[in-house]
Nanobody, 122 residues
C-alpha cells in the first residue's frame, strides 16, 4: 500500500553532511513507522534509525549524535540528516515502512525503497 523513493545520496568527504529524503505514497502515511537501513558490501543490513508515527526515535549506536531522523507527515516524507560523516558510513541506504511498532527487526518492515548510495572518502 506504500511506495517509497529515496534521494539525496552521493559522494562526499569525511566530515561532510548529507540529507537523505524518502518520499512515500498513500493517504495514511501517519500510520506507518519509518526507518532507514544501510548495507555495506560484505556486511549485514542494519537499522540506523527509526521513527514512529508520533515522532519517537531510535538510533544505532554508531550514528547516535551524528544522524537525525525526522518526518513531515504533511509531505509524506521522512528524512535522515547525516553529519560528521565517516568512511565507515559508506553503504547503500534504504528507506523502509511498516504499520505498527517501529522498533522491530529488518524482517518486520514490509515496504522498501530502491536504495541510494552514500560514499564517504577519507
Amino acid at each position: 500500500q506504500v511506495q517509497l523513493v529515496e534521494s539525496g545520496g552521493g559522494l562526499v568527504q569525511a566530515g561532510d553532511s548529507l540529507r537523505l529524503s524518502c518520499a512515500a505514497s498513500g493517504r495514511t502515511f501517519r500510520a506507518y513507522a519509518m526507518a532507514w537501513f544501510r548495507q555495506a558490501p560484505g556486511k549485514e543490513r542494519e537499522m540506523v534509525a527509526a521513527i514512529s508515527g508520533s515522532g519517537g526515535t531510535t538510533y544505532e549506536e554508531s550514528v547516535q549524535g551524528r544522524f537525525t531522523i525526522s518526518r513531515d507527515n504533511a509531505k509524506n516524507t521522512v528524512y535522515l540528516q547525516m553529519n560528521s560523516l565517516k568512511p565507515e558510513d559508506t553503504a547503500v541506504y534504504y528507506c523502509a515502512a511498516r504499520l505498527g511498532a517501529f522498533n522491530v527487526p529488518t524482517s518486520g518492515y514490509n515496504y522498501w525503497g530502491q536504495g541510494t548510495q552514500v560514499t564517504v572518502s577519507a
